[in-house]
């Protein structure tokens, strides 16, 4: 009978000891998660939601459409390979996979938004995963070169290479999903497009490397 209650008993301090480390755990990443968000904000609300801007959005289209005026949207994503990398890095400072995510996306967000015209509206689509400017009164070859230099500040400050294509209206959409649409398509193509280049460059000096140990 003793053998059973002091199993019982050693049976409870050991679930006991079992939920007061969870309890530790999750108090420590509950602490972890206020701390990032005090430092860096919660960059998902600093910007403005895609789906919930729409109505402004497509205000501005209606504006456009009624002046002639040009307006162009952009569309921005972090390519996924370089976000693993960078994620890593930060993860050796940070040791925290949600501190590590909130600095960085923060730290991008707050670029774009700091050095985006004071006409220009960032917003994120959460469900694709990337950013949309609509940049009124804006044509595509302005634009363009609005995103090349957006580019050159963010790999500058963050060593990273953004992912980008524009679309203007009416040329390429008559909607704001159609623009953005086309956007992200050119986006994707842009990429696609820089891939056969760096593998001939590989190729190049794979066929250099073995002319020079041949000879």
């Known amino acids: 009978m003793n053998f059973l209650f002091q199993s019982w008993v050693i049976g409870l301090i050991i679930i006991g000891a079992g939920f007061f480390v969870l309890g530790l755990i999750w108090r420590r990443r509950k602490v972890?998660?206020?701390?990032?968000?005090?430092?860096?904000?919660?960059?998902?609300?600093?910007?403005?939601?895609?789906?919930?801007?729409?109505?402004?959005?497509i205000a501005e289209l209606e504006r456009a459409r009624r002046y002639g005026n040009s307006l162009t949207i952009a569309v921005l994503s972090v390519d996924q390979e370089q976000l693993k990398q960078k994620k890593r890095n930060l993860l050796q400072v940070t040791e925290n996979t949600e501190i590590a995510s909130y600095f960085?996306?923060?730290?991008?967000?707050?670029?774009?938004?700091?050095?985006?015209?004071?006409?220009?509206?960032?917003?994120?689509?959460?469900?694709?995963?990337?950013?949309?400017?609509?940049?009124?009164?804006?044509?595509?070859?302005?634009?363009?070169?609005?995103?090349?230099?957006?580019?050159?500040?963010?790999?500058?400050?963050?060593?990273?290479?953004?992912?980008?294509?524009?679309?203007?209206?009416?040329?390429?959409?008559?909607?704001?999903?159609?623009?953005?649409?086309?956007?992200h398509t050119r986006?994707?193509?842009?990429?696609?497009?820089?891939?056969?280049?760096?593998?001939?460059?590989?190729?190049?000096?794979?066929?250099q490397r073995k002319e020079s140990l041949a000879k």
């Not at 968000?37 to 600093?46: D, E, I, M, R, S």
């Not at 060593?159 to 953005?180: C, H, N, Q, W």
Request: charged share 25%.
């Open 104 to 183: 960085f996306f923060s730290l991008i967000s707050a670029l774009l938004r700091d050095n985006l015209r004071a006409c220009d509206f960032l917003t994120y689509d959460v469900t694709n995963d990337y950013y949309v400017v609509l940049m009124p009164e804006t044509s595509a070859a302005l634009a363009e070169q609005g995103v090349v230099r957006l580019n050159e500040l963010i790999a500058d400050r963050v060593k990273i290479t953004l992912r980008s294509g524009v679309a203007e209206f009416p040329t390429d959409g008559l909607t704001i999903e159609d623009l953005v649409s086309h956007a």
């Open 187 to 207: 986006s994707h193509r842009k990429a696609t497009d820089n891939l056969p280049q760096k593998d001939a460059a590989r190729s190049s000096q794979g066929v």
């Open 32 to 57: 972890n998660y206020a701390v990032t968000k005090g430092l860096y904000g919660n960059w998902h609300t600093a910007i403005p939601r895609f789906r919930r801007s729409l109505h402004r959005m």
